[in-house]
């Protein structure tokens, strides 16, 4: 199993390498355009706009605490590239409420910083638990929040965006959208669901000169995640710890790169890489290259993490037998 490690990490290497050297694809600037960002108020995706005023651009931060978004605003705007010319603003929105009001929020948000280039929905949310343990208010909250929290705006730019022949759209997933966890039934069902968004949407929007980028961040150090960890279970928490723990500026910044060179998946880490590309099936690819290192690594790959499946079924088997225990002795 090690030899079958190494090898992998050495194709990895080598292929990530003549990609980087071979295929440097254009970038777009954002000087100059209009960002928005959903759950912009804290975590990734106050980094999204801190990335995004560093290289020029208007931003429009959409959370629903008031008090987040005007302490995200003033540090956002102390980044700005061009202080003197950039502008940022904020609107407290439920983007997961009614349609009509994200419609006319984000139209009245291109009316004051200008068309809307870089649409990034990082709204989310995560409540652990097994299928019989959430009640049903959490489970129609998740799946609110993470889907149609990502769909609304999404609907909400999409006509204007093919209208004028351009545009960028992030829908922010998770690690929990390739493969099911333990304790994320609810929480990984939603975020597969933004998979089969992020494809469909791809093959709508191409034609009009759209990108769509589908990000799989692993656990990232936010506040969504410090509320998330009180209520984790114990074999969701060591299935998890095995991709270890990302900081939001790094995915943040993977994330707007990924997106301004119109590429696909945007991951972080050796994981991610590992997961999308086993996970790849029939979804778009960047270029060549990438169609080929998948194609090479499919294989090898679905035999290599053979390993994690069964360490996670043995983390799961512990813990039952660690509970029963428990139980016996009180």
């Given amino acids: 199993m090690i030899e079958v490690f190494v090898s992998v990490i050495l194709i990895c290497v080598i292929l990530l390498i003549t990609k980087h050297l071979l295929l440097g694809r254009k970038s777009h600037s954002l000087e100059n355009r209009h960002v928005v960002v959903t759950g912009g108020s804290s975590g990734i995706g106050k980094c999204v706009a801190l990335e995004a005023v560093r290289r020029g651009a208007h931003v429009t931060l959409i959370a629903r605490d008031v008090k987040k978004l005007e302490s ?9 590239l061009h202080p003197e010319k950039q502008k940022v603003q904020y609107v407290s929105l439920d983007v997961s409420g009614n349609y009509e009001d994200v419609e006319k929020a984000l ?33 129609k909250y998740q799946m609110d929040l993470n889907f149609l929290g990502t769909l609304y705006p ?17 829908l922010v997933s998770s690690q929990a959208g390739l493969l099911g966890i333990y304790g994320y039934t609810v929480y990984s069902s939603s975020k597969y669901a933004l998979r089969g968004l992020a494809e469909a949407l791809h093959m709508e929007a191409k034609p009009y000169n759209i990108s769509v980028t589908l990000s799989f961040p692993p656990d990232t150090d936010t506040p969504g995640l410090a509320i998330e960890e009180k209520t984790k279970l114990m074999e969701t928490k060591l299935i998890s710890e095995s991709a270890g723990l990302m900081s939001p500026e790094a995915v943040a910044k993977q994330l707007v790169k990924d ?46 993490t053979y390993y994690y499946v069964l360490t996670f079924q043995r983390i799961i088997h512990n813990c039952m037998k660690t509970r029963d225990q428990t139980k016996k002795s009180e």
């Fill in 259 to 304: 997106a301004l060179v119109g590429k696909f998946y945007s991951t972080v880490g050796f994981e991610g890489f590992m997961l999308s590309t086993l996970c790849a099936g029939m979804t778009p690819v960047s270029s060549a290259l990438e169609l080929l290192v998948q194609g090479l690594l499919m294989g090898i790959l679905r035999v290599f």
């Fill in 154 to 170: 999404t609907k909400a730019v999409i006509s204007r965006m093919k209208g004028r022949g351009e545009g960028k759209i992030v």
């Fill in 72 to 80: 995200a605003v003033m540090e956002v705007t102390k980044c700005a």
């Fill in 107 to 139: 139209h009245s948000a291109e009316e004051e910083l200008g068309p809307i280039f870089l649409l990034v929905n990082c709204a989310g949310s995560a409540i652990c638990g097994r299928l019989e343990d959430i009640c049903i208010k959490d489970i």
